[in-house]
């Protein structure tokens, strides 16, 4: 009942698209039992399911992806882009749209070490290589969404790099997702704890639509809202 009426809160806000989840994938999160992740989500699916706005599932599980399509979910927004056995498959044979993120590792480790050579290039390169197949397996182009992941097996010097070069990493032709909203790396910057990083976020999400970003996964909408009114 409470994600109900905070996803009637958000539509409230302004948000164009609504992001369901029900598996942290916070850095040190363990993972959710398929099963439990969908009797989670399908009461809030059916429930929003004609709210006005499209319902997006943030989720890596195929099982959990075929029960919420078949529920009435707009789109698949995966971490894992669509990595799992069948997950492609399974995506190409509906109509939904699918966001495809990059991440270093699982979210369990993720941050334990994370490494790169050059992050924008490798970020860039896994992005293409996803698109690629996602491309192979049927997925029209203009059902995809990539997202660079900001957070995920990343130090605050990779995340700070990927946004600084933003840019490089736009598809012609496919909405480029951020989502900074929260994170630890506006914390590692102000000091300050998750709920107080409000203004930090908008900042972060305001330099990313300059460099090209197109969707933002945000917890404070209104907030938001606003700040890109000024700045378009």
Do not use: W
Not at 55 to 64: F, I, N, R
Not at 198 to 227: K, M
């Amino acid at each position: 009942t409470a994600a109900i009426a905070q996803g009637r809160r958000l539509i409230e806000e302004g948000a164009h698209i609504l992001d369901l989840g029900a598996e942290s994938s916070r850095p040190g999160a363990a993972p959710v039992p398929g099963q439990i992740e969908i009797d989670r989500l399908l009461p809030v699916v059916e429930a929003l399911h004609g709210c006005g706005v499209p319902l997006s599932v943030d989720t890596v599980k195929p099982e959990v992806m075929r029960a919420v399509l078949a529920a009435g979910a707009d789109m698949i927004n995966d971490i894992n882009a669509l990595r799992a056995p069948g997950a492609m498959e399974l995506v190409a044979g509906s109509r939904a749209a699918v966001g495809l993120m990059h991440m270093q590792g699982e979210p369990r480790t993720m941050q334990e070490n994370p490494h790169y050579a050059d992050v924008v290039s490798e970020v860039a390169a896994f992005l293409a290589e996803r698109v690629a197949a996602a491309e192979a397996a049927g997925i029209a182009l203009n059902r995809i969404a990539v997202d660079p992941g900001f957070g995920f097996g990343k130090t605050l010097e990779h995340n700070i790099e990927l946004l600084r070069r933003l840019d490089e990493l736009v598809v012609p032709g496919l909405p480029l997702l951020v989502g900074m909203s929260r994170k630890s790396m506006l914390g590692l910057i102000t000091g300050r704890a998750a709920p107080d990083r409000v203004y930090a976020g908008i900042a972060a999400h305001v330099l990313a639509v300059l460099r090209g970003a197109r969707i933002l996964r945000v917890h404070d909408v209104a907030a938001t809202r606003d700040a890109i009114a000024v700045l378009q």
